[in-house]
Each structure stands twice: as C-alpha cells, then as structure tokens.
C-alpha cells in the first residue's frame, strides 16, 4: 500500500522560506509522478505543482511559478517543495500526491494527510 507522509510545514513571516518533504513508502518512486497541492480555508483545493515520472519535467501554477521549486531525490523516495517569498495568501494546507498514470493537474491515486503552511503579514 502507497503512503505518503508530508512534513515541513509551520509559521513564517511574509517573504520568508519554507521546504516541505513528502516521503513516499509501499511503492516504486521512481514510478510515480508527484505533485502538490494546497487548500485554504474556505477555498476549494488547488493545484501547486507537479514533477514528471524520474523527474524529467516540472510544471507550476501562474501563482506560485519563480517562487515555488519542485525536486526529488530518488535514493530517498522524497519529494521536495521549496517555497520562497513566501506571501500570506500562500497560507493553505499543503498536500502532496502520486500517481503512476497522470501527471500535472490530473487526477491522482495517493495522497498524503497534509501539512500546514501558514505566513503572517
């Protein structure tokens, strides 16, 4: 059974950094396509960014795109999203999720539990 455990997540000033790491267990990484995803409160959730299957590709959305960074690191079965200038509409819960099959803003089969990002003004 796929599992995917996020962690990272906490409190940080407007303009500041956060790395949030999903680590994924029960399945092959290197098979998956990963992405990430947040919900605010009130808000439906949204699409974040996605890195390809063996990392060949990233895509971001408009909001985050020059900000956010999506890596890997196979050997540790972990994806990464680095955060930067962080703003107080970037406060959500984040989500990362994999799939074999789909990749970017398409439906996906694993998710993890979430974690929770929140930048004060």
């Known amino acids: 059974q796929v599992q995917l455990v996020e962690s990272g997540g906490g409190l940080v000033q407007s303009g500041g950094s956060l790395r949030l790491s999903c680590v994924v267990s029960?399945?092959?990484?290197?098979?998956?396509?990963m992405s990430w995803f947040r919900q605010a409160p009130g808000k439906e959730r949204e699409f974040v960014g996605a890195i390809s299957r063996r990392g060949g590709s990233t895509v971001y959305a408009d909001s985050v795109k020059g900000r956010f960074t999506i890596s890997e690191d196979n050997a540790k079965n972990t994806v990464y999203l680095q955060m930067n200038s962080l703003k107080p509409e970037d406060t959500a819960v984040y989500y990362c999720a994999a799939d074999p099959l789909t990749w970017g803003k398409g439906k996906y089969d694993y998710w993890g539990q979430g974690t929770q990002v929140t930048v004060s003004s």
């Open positions: 029960g399945g092959t990484f290197s098979s998956y396509a």
